[in-house]
């Protein structure tokens, strides 16, 4: 008789619920972060993770969501993909506790059909989801064959390779910008030469900081402002940025909007001849990187 028929009917049908929730939860959280490496990063950092270490650990985590995910499917791995899975929720919490009175109230959500802000009722789930973890592995028959789990974890780690250079390297989306655009009150021809479009909220600090650096540098190409918001508050903004007599403003934020679907600000995109060399989210707006890249695109002296 094997473990699983040593259990009752209920305690199989308990564990198998649990696994199978919880493992279809990790592997979709792990494809999402996957599919996406770079708007993670963005949440990372908005949820005060270092920049430096928000692509390693978006990597980290989603490797180890779909370890998880993968073991709870396999009854003789179940007992250790529920350890991983109550580990991972435990690490969630614990970063989610230390932080809580920064961040109460901003968007922690995970999961692409979940929408959660840190508060109390994240801690709830994370311990219902925790509660799932440990059923399906108080549930689960003898661990058995646990050395092959390290075929199945490089497996992983060589699709977040694959993902990780699609998302760095892969072609860019939507590549053709408007022929024309308003800038300064004027047609502006978007397709001719070497245009730098920065997107910002005149309100946003970290908006400012990033024009602020921006400001240190020789542009020969075009630097083209876009608002986000409040285009009135626009030469204010370049103003504080010291960005004044360099930067010209375009309140064209619907019609750019449709080749550059960004999120969040600050955000910037490269062209050249009307083709997009290289779109920087929040993240790729620190420096050095910045400078380095937009130096190597000829965009700064």
Not at 104 to 129: I, K, N, T, Y
Not at 225 to 240: A, I, W
Request: aromatic content about 12%; glycine content about 10%.
């Amino acid at each position: 008789m094997n473990d699983s028929q040593k259990l009752g009917g209920w305690q199989n049908a308990l564990g198998w619920t649990c696994a199978g929730v919880m493992a279809l939860l990790w592997i979709v959280a792990g494809l999402y972060k996957l599919s996406d490496i770079g708007g993670f990063q963005v949440k990372l950092s908005q949820l005060l993770f270092p920049t430096a270490l928000t692509l390693p650990a978006t990597l980290a985590v989603a490797t180890s969501e779909l370890f998880a995910g993968v073991l709870l499917l396999r009854p003789a791995w179940r007992r250790l993909g529920g350890l991983v899975s109550t580990g991972l929720l435990l690490a969630f919490m614990a970063y989610m506790a230390v932080n809580y009175t920064a961040l109460q109230g901003e968007d922690c959500s995970c999961f692409p059909w979940l929408e959660r802000a840190v508060g109390p009722a994240f801690f709830w789930s994370d311990g219902a989801m925790m509660a799932a973890s440990l059923i399906a592995a108080w549930f689960a028959p003898k661990m058995v064959a646990i050395k092959q789990t390290r075929f199945v974890l490089f497996g992983i780690i060589a699709l977040a390779t694959v993902a990780l250079g699609f998302d760095k390297f892969g072609p860019e989306g939507g590549t053709d910008v408007p022929a024309t655009v308003v800038v300064d009150g004027q047609d502006y021809n978007l397709r001719q030469g070497k245009v730098f479009l920065y997107f910002f909220n005149p309100t946003c600090l970290h908006c400012l900081a990033v024009g602020k650096e921006l400001s240190k540098y020789t542009f020969p190409a075009d630097f083209v402002g876009v608002p986000t918001q409040d285009f009135y508050f626009g030469p204010g903004f370049l103003e504080d940025a010291g960005l004044t007599g360099m930067v010209k403003l375009s309140p064209d934020l619907d019609l750019l909007k449709e080749t550059f679907p960004f999120n969040d600000v600050p955000y910037a995109a490269a062209i050249e001849d009307g083709k997009v060399l290289r779109r920087y989210s929040m993240i790729d707006l620190e420096e050095p990187e910045m400078g380095r890249s937009l130096r190597e695109l000829g965009l700064i002296q």
